[in-house]
């Protein structure tokens, strides 16, 4: 048995989602004997799959990007092979209204001048808007002093028209899973700096071929397996007391440490238990969180779409996807409405009926789906808000370290700041 540190044996980790999963194999790969301890019955937490009408698909249709790094390393690492289970397109927008953006595999920067000036339907005056904006925010070395809302940055940079309504509002909505009047401009532009101003490839969008279980929790779980530890799914932790040495779970399982990656509100619960960690506790309470919708509509299998990812602007749909074209049921589309709005008025019927004219809008005359569902997570993720105190990984605990998507970093609330975080809590329980 490894020590990881100050006499650790045994690692307990909370929760099976993306950032629990990457702390688990990475201290399985430490040597650390671990035990995961997963709630629910299924891997992957708000990453997950499940099961419709006999087909295996996610509890939300999910994009990855080039720069998710971590999340790719760790991908190969338990052998689920990226480069099979996912699509790699160059970074294009494509509208059903005609709007078309697309960045040929040029290196950056020509890939995105190319992009911008030669997109349908964006006039040359915002294609220069657009550079000048980036190289900006260079010139800034991307640092956005105080944080404001990503509205008043755009506001300020002079970004208008096609450029706002089609690229950078639909793109922080999409990766902040906020609204662009309270988003924060820091944390958006970020997400520029790594997804559009880095390497080429780092821009490239990513959308599984195969449900999210298959991506990464499932080859996860067995890593964990194979290299000594265990998955105890269904199986919630309601208590942990600090002991001699360490941490007793559930008052039957002692370890020498614990990674705690439950979302933030169920962490919330096991820390309010714990002392001294009061910091954490308000910084978690303070969160606000945003919904993200994913409405399937199984037509018949004569009906695509266009490409893989089809953008909707002005209505309800934010982001169709054709999972038919993406190794699921033909004629099965997804789409998806992130972030909090008007739709929330909606009841699930209404929604399905509003989104479904949209698509006859655009596609043509469509038939009626054959069955239609849709699933809301209310707690998508943390709302990115400007300047949001997020806890620390560390606690004033040694041994108990936190990791998921809300742990402070630069990041959304997404996959890659899952990942990160719980590579960085397991590299860091040892040490705290
Ligand atoms: C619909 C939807 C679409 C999204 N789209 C994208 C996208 O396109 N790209 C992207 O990068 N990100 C996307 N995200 C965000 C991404 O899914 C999350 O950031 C990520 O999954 C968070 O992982 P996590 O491990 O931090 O937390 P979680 O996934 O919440 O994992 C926490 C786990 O802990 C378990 N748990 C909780 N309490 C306990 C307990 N007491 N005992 C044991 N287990 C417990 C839970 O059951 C859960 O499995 C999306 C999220 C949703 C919901």
Known sequence: MADLGHGLSGAAVVGAGWAGLAAAVTLAEQGARVTVFEASRSLGGRARRVSIDGA????G???LIGAYRETLRLMRKVGADPDELLLRLPLELRYADGFHLRAPRLPYPLNLLAALFCARKLAFSEARAAMRFLVSLRVRNFRVVPDRSVTRLLDEHSQTGALRTHVWEPLCVSALNTPVACASAQIFV????DGLTGARAASDLLIARTDLGRLFPGPAAEYVKAHGGAVELGTPVRRVARVPGGFRLNDAHTFSCVVIACGPHQAGQLLVQLSALDEALSA???FAYEPIVTCYLKYPESVSLPAPMLGFSGGIAQWVFDRGRLGGPKGLLAAVISASGAHEQLTKEEL???????LKAALGELPSPQWSQVITEKRATFSSTPSLARPEAFTAIRGLVLAGDYVASGYPGTLEAAVRSGIAAATAVGKN
């Open 56 to 59: 295996d698909l996610d509890n």
């Open 61 to 63: 249709q999910h994009v």
């Open 190 to 193: 970020n997400v520029l700096r």
């Open 284 to 286: 978690i309470n303070a």
């Open 352 to 358: 399905t009926a509003r989104i479904g004219i949209e």
